[in-house]
Structures are given as C-alpha cells and as structure tokens.
C-alpha cells in the first residue's frame, strides 16, 4: 500500500507451462476487452479506474483461436469504506468487500491505519468471515486513513490491498484546574491533555485583575505558576487558550486554573 496511486489498480498474475503457449493473453474488467498482454507483462497498472469507489471485476483469458480456451478466475478489488455519524465524535465504522475467487479463499485479513500522515501500522487480525471493524478513537490525532489487506489461504503468499480510505476525528482537550508548584511531580505544572496535537495553540493566563502573566505558542504543558521568575501567589488564574488549527470547531478555550502552594 506505500506505493499504490489514487484511483489506479494493479493487477498481478502467472501462469504455468508458458513454454507450450506464445500467443497474448486478453485481459478483460467487468466483462469488457480492456487489453492484450504479453506473456512477459506479469504486472498491469489500469489506471482508468476509480478505485476508491467503485468494485472491479478483472479476468485473463487465452487467445480465442486455441482449440480450447483457457480463462482465469475472476477477480476484484476490495473497496473499504469508513462509516462515521457526524452526531458520533468516537466512533467509525470500517466496512469492505470480500475478495473473491482465490482456489481455498481468504485466510484473514489485515487492517491498517496510519494518523496524521505516520507509517501505517496493523490494528486488527480478522477472520475471513468479517468484513467490519469498529473503530473508537483514542485521541491520537486528526486525520485516520485505513486499509485492509486480504491474504490468500493456501500458503501462495497472494494478497489484495484495498483502497485507503480517511476520516478525522477531533482530539478533545482536557485542561485541569489545579497547580501545586511543591516539586513532588504531581500537578507541577498546568496540564492540558492532548495539548501536543495543537501545536500552534497559543496560551495566555491572566490574574484576577486582568493583568497578564504568562504567554506562549506551541504551549507543552510546562507552566509552573511561574511570573519574573517567581512562584504566583495563591489565587485563581483566568487562562485562553487559542487553538489556531482548522481542523477542530473549536477555536477558543477559555477556563480557570487555581495554584495552591
């Protein structure tokens, strides 16, 4: 899958006793000639396709002028899906299509997913009988791409991709209220959870009479109660937290945080 196209399939295949056969073979998709291959062209990219919508059905057959005609199976693309109720912050559910047509059938399939454009890593084993997968976000990022991976039963080490497919999910902040600057390395600092998914998030925090005494971009939840240096007294601080990131609906965060030494 790290090197397929948008919208473009490719189909691998083999044969045996080629020694006995020199004549193209004609590959054909949804019953239609789509084109004649040589007995060379293992590897056929058809990028007339949409693939990340609609389910193909391929064929490879032998030149019509031999006595008998030889035909493969036929084959088709698996197309994933990623059902997510916008009224649902949490949960998507991830459905495809069978792969067909391999002599013994699918083993089981591999589903992958990939956050905010990192390597994709497996997140489920399944049988060949399932075909959906729900998935709960777990505040990892904004963008979640899937794929899945049928593997043919058998021990032939075939396989299909299907087409990758992305939905995102709004990774919820969770500020607390509480600083305790006593160096036990509990509740140090001022702690925003998640916070490290809104990088360009900008903090500011005043005191009760509105004057400011903390300011930073890309906010790591390092504020100790710290102004010129010095520890504040103890009162409850006022904070707005703006998150500068399209993504989210939200675009400001306003709350109160208290320091108890």
Known sequence: HEEMKPNELVIKWKYDDGDFYDKPFYLYRDNVLLDSISTGDLIIPDSTVVSDSLIYSYEIVTNEDCENQIASA????????????????ENA?????????????VEFYELYMSVDGDAFKMIGDLSSSQLSYTFTSSDLG???????????????NAYSWSNINCITFIPELYPYNIITPNGDGKNDTFH??????????????FNRWGKKVY????????????HNGQILPNSTYYYVLELNEPRSPDKT????VSILK
């Open 142 to 156: 904004f963008e979640h791409c899937f794929v899945v991976k049928a593997l043919e039963n058998g021990g032939n």
């Open 253 to 256: 965060i306003n709350g109160t």
């Open 93 to 105: 559910e991830v459905i495809w299509n069978p792969y067909e047509n391999w002599t013994r059938g």
């Open 192 to 205: 925003i959870d998640n916070i490290e998914h809104y990088p360009n998030a900008e903090l500011t925090i």
């Open 215 to 226: 300011q930073t971009r890309e906010y790591m939840n390092n504020w100790g109660g710290l």
């Open 74 to 89: 036929y084959h088709n693309n698996i197309l994933l899906n990623v059902d997510f109720d916008e009224n649902d912050k």
